[in-house]
């Protein structure tokens, strides 16, 4: 949890430079509404193009919002292609992310408590 709002373009500026010096061509920050974690976060996630989040399963009620960039979101035969503004809820399945440009997405992540 942060005390103070978070500037998305200098958060995104600088996600984006440490997935350019990554192996992975990726970098994450996690940023949790609860101290404690609780269930509800966000996840800020840049990709440089080409790069991706290989397919896996969805840990509850998900939304990907991209803020820079261009995406496509892929879930079986299904696929979305989203671009800087474009909020998209992640199908309750195995899913894939794809950087079609440099992007930084957020992953807004409600796990499932069960």
Do not use: C, Y
């Not at 998209?88 to 894939?96: K, N």
């Not at 950087?99 to 957020?106: E, G, N, R, T, Y």
């Amino acid at each position: 949890m942060t005390d103070s709002a978070i500037a998305l373009g200098a958060l995104a500026a600088q996600l984006l430079a440490r997935a350019g010096e990554a192996s992975s061509g990726r970098a994450t920050q996690a940023i949790p509404a609860a101290p404690s974690g609780g269930v509800l976060t966000t996840v800020a996630l840049a990709l440089i193009a080409g790069q991706q989040l290989s397919e896996h399963e969805n840990p509850g009620e998900a939304f990907l919002h991209v803020i820079r960039g261009r995406v496509r979101l892929t879930a079986g035969d299904e696929a979305w292609e989203l671009g800087e503004g474009d909020l998209v809820a992640i199908p309750q399945r195995r899913h894939g992310v794809v950087a079609l440009a440099d992007s930084v997405a957020l992953l807004t992540i409600a796990k499932a408590t069960s």
